[in-house]
């Protein structure tokens, strides 16, 4: 079933950024408990770092349920793939010079573009991009407690 327009924003960040548009909230939403799921055995060792590096936070903010963890191995999976990508660029650069003498582009280019594209897109979801955040109001949610929750996430406090 093909969807139309705008790609509704996750309730739980609309009620972090307060609902600005003001549109009615999904009553009806499903609300799975907002706990963070486990992190998967098969992640590669970056991508499990990355994992417990950010589901705590996202847990406490609201943002991460037992129900994202697809979502949330793909995000971490992409960010290993990037790290990867890119540290073999910083040790080898971007270009290499072919055996018949031309100059070419390492794979690793637009691998790490690729990942990175990935990896922004499932960012955006979760509000770990500086435009996503930016339209973050730390204690608007239900889940808000005391502090800037966001402020923490960001490893300010």
Request: aromatic share 8%; hydrophobic share 30%; proline share 8%.
């Amino acid at each position: 079933m093909a969807t139309r327009g705008r790609k509704p924003t996750p309730t739980a960040i609309k009620e972090l950024e307060g609902n600005p548009g003001k549109r009615k909230i999904n009553e009806a939403e499903p609300k799975p408990e907002k706990k963070a799921p486990p992190c998967p055995k098969w992640l590669e060792p970056e991508a499990k770092k990355e994992w417990r590096r950010l589901s705590k936070q996202l847990e406490q903010i609201g943002v991460l349920t037992e129900v994202d963890q697809a979502a949330f191995a793909s995000y971490c999976q992409a960010y290993a793939r990037w790290k990867e990508a890119e540290e073999f660029i910083t040790q080898h650069g971007t270009i290499v010079k072919t055996p018949s003498g031309y100059w070419q582009q390492v794979p690793q280019v637009s691998i790490a573009q690729t990942y990175l594209k990935i990896m922004n897109k499932i960012a955006e979801q979760f509000g770990l991009t500086p435009s996503s955040r930016s339209r973050i109001i730390a204690g608007a949610g239900e889940n808000a407690g005391p502090g800037d929750d966001m402020e923490d996430l960001l490893g300010g406090n």
